[in-house]
């Protein structure tokens, strides 16, 4: 083919230039280039480089526009809206965008008002995980279904309302002034479908963002390649499959003595709830289990929990020193130190000691994901969306920001929220609310809702803390602040008002049966070691 060699020389014009700058080649130029793109089986590397392909339509076959990289808006001005998606016209009801699926988006969808809205949920899962039971998955207490609940039941106009929908995809941008979210279609492990990327946008009259946060590392060395995150139902998996797999390898005939105690040691980063949760339930299954079934390793299994201060540092000082007493005696190792570098097979702390390990667990906190960080909005403290009293971004029209992803921005004057459950479910509901009165009141469309009052301002109450340290014991803490003064408990009695909280906060009966049928067979017959 004649033009070959023409393609062939401009693409080593690009490479010496490295750049390529489509409207500088000629129409013919252009048409030839482009056929021999789709022609070759295999691009040469640095042609990847520098052109790429969007899928326009996320149905059905889709036209392919070559774009240039790290040209943003080149890539979003060819990026069309889902069929359906457009838009709204007038007489169609109006279109609330929902960015994630946490206690704080699930609980926004949970109380609109669909006669009202059409709802259009974009999230990288289909689910919302009851993260205070999590920890309990890991060691078999609770199977992996009862934590997770469908979006679909959550809000039924998902999967019935023919202008409803659930898109699995991740967000890339917002174009407050075009009402516009840009995103992309995403696989297994989040990974964008097909070779180049599905993009898609969707237009709103209302958008909430609520998409959470990401685990903070602080920037240390290894901690993403080597460590396991406690913040999804996939975690929990990883968890349970790398615990059982290191027990089964260390009855292998013949494996070092050294090299048996470090496959058994687990190590917990972080004195948190979520950590010491998770150090009570592995405990619980060392001491119940592991002994009875693995009876050749049980002297070699043991847990190390790992904190730079106070393990429980929000919890009342008699419950902290509870807790540090009851964890001790069930054979958690308490270190208080820094981890300065996390290696395959051990981490080492700023005062140079080495801790090796077979299973590292990391749960020291939250911070701002690099999505949220992108966005042109203004910012609260730790780079979280800055929000109003009513939840509104400042100097943006129809965007709100709720849960671990927005925090009140300074000249409010109100103390920052703090990164939990019942912070985010509570700012969902608020918000449904609101927007279910906006609605009424006229104010649901684009641009509608400046001139309208928005009532009353959000305002957090904090109804207190719980949390199991294992074997049957529990603290509740239901003082307002660290400062204030209120009940505080520990043990027994504390462990059955945790457990009875929690299966009422359940979203739905059937996960509520799912938890309670798992915790009496579990009592029964103990937990289930297969490694599936």
Same mark, same amino acid.
């Given at each position: 083919?004649?033009?070959?060699?023409? !393609?062939?020389?401009?693409?080593?014009?690009?490479? !010496?230039?490295? #750049?390529? !700058?489509?409207?500088?080649?000629?129409? /013919?130029? *252009?048409?030839?280039?482009?056929?021999?793109?789709?022609?070759?089986?295999?691009?040469?590397?640095?042609?990847?480089?520098?052109?790429?392909?969007?899928?326009?339509?996320?149905?059905?076959?889709?036209?392919? #526009?070559?774009?240039?990289?790290?040209?943003?808006?080149?890539?979003?001005?060819? %990026?069309?809206?889902?069929? @359906?998606?457009?838009?709204?016209?007038?007489?169609?009801?109006?279109?609330?965008?929902?960015?994630?699926?946490?206690?704080?988006?699930?609980?926004?969808?949970?109380?609109?008002?669909?006669?009202?809205?059409?709802?259009?949920?974009?999230?990288?899962?289909?689910?919302?995980?009851?993260?205070?039971?999590?920890?309990?998955?890991?060691?078999?207490?609770?199977?992996?279904?009862?934590?997770?609940?469908?979006?679909?039941?959550?809000?039924?106009?998902?999967?019935?309302?023919?202008?409803?929908?659930?898109?699995?995809?991740?967000?890339?941008?917002?174009?407050?002034?075009?009402?516009?979210?840009?995103?992309?279609?995403?696989?297994?492990?989040?990974?964008?479908?097909?070779?180049?990327?599905?993009?898609?946008? #969707?237009?709103?009259? *209302?958008?909430?963002?609520?998409?959470?946060?990401?685990?903070?590392?602080?920037?240390?060395?290894?901690?993403?390649? &080597?460590?396991?995150?406690?913040?999804? %139902?996939? &975690?929990?998996?990883?968890?349970?499959?790398?615990?059982?797999?290191?027990?089964?390898?260390?009855?292998?005939?013949?494996?070092?003595?050294?090299?048996?105690?470090?496959?058994?040691?687990?190590?917990?980063?972080?004195? @948190?709830?979520?950590?010491?949760?998770?150090?009570?339930?592995? /405990?619980?299954?060392?001491?119940?289990?592991? $002994?009875?079934?693995?009876? &050749? %390793?049980?002297?070699?299994? &043991?847990?190390?929990?790992?904190?730079?201060?106070?393990?429980?540092?929000?919890?009342?000082?008699?419950?902290?020193?509870?807790?540090?007493?009851?964890?001790?005696?069930?054979?958690?190792?308490?270190?208080?130190?820094?981890? *300065?570098?996390?290696?395959?097979?051990?981490?080492?702390?700023?005062?140079?000691?080495?801790?090796?390990?077979?299973?590292?667990?990391?749960?020291?906190?939250?911070?701002?994901?690099?999505?949220?960080?992108?966005?042109?909005?203004? *910012?609260?403290?730790?780079?979280?969306?800055?929000?109003?009293?009513?939840?509104?971004?400042?100097?943006?029209?129809?965007?709100?920001?709720? @849960?671990?992803?927005? @925090?009140?921005?300074? /000249?409010?004057?109100?103390?920052?929220?703090?990164?939990?459950?019942? #912070?985010?479910?509570?700012?969902?509901? $608020?918000?449904?609310?609101?927007?279910?009165?906006?609605?009424?009141?006229?104010?649901?469309?684009?641009? !509608?809702?400046?001139?309208?009052?928005?009532?009353?301002?959000?305002? $957090?109450?904090?109804?207190?803390?719980?949390?199991?340290?294992?074997?049957?014991?529990?603290?509740?803490?239901?003082?307002? /602040?660290?400062?204030?003064?209120? %009940?505080?408990?520990?043990?027994?009695?504390?462990?059955?008002?945790?457990?009875?909280?929690?299966?009422?906060?359940?979203?739905?009966?059937?996960?509520?049966?799912?938890?309670?049928?798992?915790?009496?067979?579990?009592?029964?017959?103990?937990?289930?070691?297969?490694?599936?």
């Amino acid at each position: 083919m004649a033009w070959l060699p023409l !393609s062939r020389r401009i693409l080593q014009s690009a490479r !010496s230039a490295r #750049v390529l !700058s489509v409207s500088c080649i000629s129409e /013919s130029a *252009k048409t030839n280039l482009w056929t021999y793109t789709r022609t070759e089986s295999r691009l040469n590397s640095n042609l990847s480089r520098w052109i790429s392909t969007s899928q326009q339509s996320y149905y059905g076959s889709a036209e392919r #526009v070559p774009v240039v990289e790290n040209r943003e808006s080149d890539v979003q001005d060819k %990026v069309e809206c889902l069929p @359906g998606l457009e838009p709204t016209k007038p007489g169609e009801k109006a279109r609330v965008v929902v960015i994630g699926t946490g206690w704080a988006g699930c609980r926004l969808m949970k109380g609109l008002n669909t006669n009202l809205y059409d709802v259009v949920c974009i999230s990288l899962r289909n689910h919302m995980v009851f993260t205070p039971l999590l920890a309990s998955t890991c060691v078999g207490t609770l199977e992996f279904r009862s934590v997770a609940e469908p979006v679909s039941r959550i809000q039924p106009a998902l999967s019935k309302s023919p202008n409803s929908y659930f898109l699995l995809g991740k967000c890339t941008n917002v174009d407050a002034q075009k009402h516009e979210v840009y995103c992309e279609a995403v696989g297994d492990n989040n990974v964008s479908t097909s070779q180049q990327n599905w993009r898609f946008k #969707v237009a709103y009259d *209302k958008l909430v963002i609520a998409s959470g946060a990401d685990a903070l590392t602080f920037g240390i060395h290894g901690v993403k390649e &080597h460590a396991i995150f406690l913040r999804e %139902v996939h &975690h929990a998996q990883e968890i349970r499959r790398k615990l059982l797999l290191n027990l089964m390898l260390s009855e292998v005939p013949g494996i070092l003595e050294e090299e048996k105690s470090r496959l058994l040691h687990c190590v917990v980063v972080g004195g @948190g709830p979520t950590g010491v949760e998770f150090s009570g339930e592995l /405990s619980d299954f060392i001491k119940r289990d592991v $002994y009875y079934r693995y009876a &050749h %390793v049980k002297n070699y299994i &043991h847990v190390t929990l790992i904190e730079a201060n106070e393990i429980l540092s929000s919890f009342d000082v008699g419950l902290r020193e509870y807790a540090t007493r009851h964890l001790t005696k069930a054979g958690v190792r308490l270190v208080r130190g820094v981890v *300065k570098d996390v290696q395959p097979e051990k981490l080492i702390l700023t005062d140079g000691s080495e801790v090796p390990y077979g299973l590292l667990v990391w749960s020291t906190g939250v911070g701002a994901s690099p999505f949220i960080k992108s966005l042109n909005f203004p *910012k609260s403290l730790g780079g979280r969306i800055g929000v109003d009293e009513w939840l509104r971004v400042p100097s943006t029209e129809d965007v709100f920001a709720i @849960g671990d992803c927005a @925090g009140f921005v300074e /000249s409010t004057g109100k103390p920052p929220l703090p990164a939990l459950a019942q #912070v985010a479910e509570r700012e969902g509901k $608020y918000l449904a609310d609101l927007m279910n009165r906006l609605a009424k009141m006229g104010g649901g469309k684009a641009g !509608s809702s400046p001139d309208k009052d928005f009532g009353e301002q959000f305002v $957090y109450k904090h109804f207190g803390s719980m949390a199991s340290v294992g074997r049957y014991k529990a603290l509740v803490d239901l003082r307002q /602040s660290k400062e204030a003064k209120g %009940v505080s408990m520990a043990g027994f009695v504390s462990w059955i008002i945790w457990r009875s909280a929690y299966l009422t906060r359940v979203l739905s009966w059937r996960n509520r049966f799912y938890v309670a049928v798992n915790w009496a067979t579990t009592f029964v017959f103990g937990r289930d070691i297969t490694r599936i």
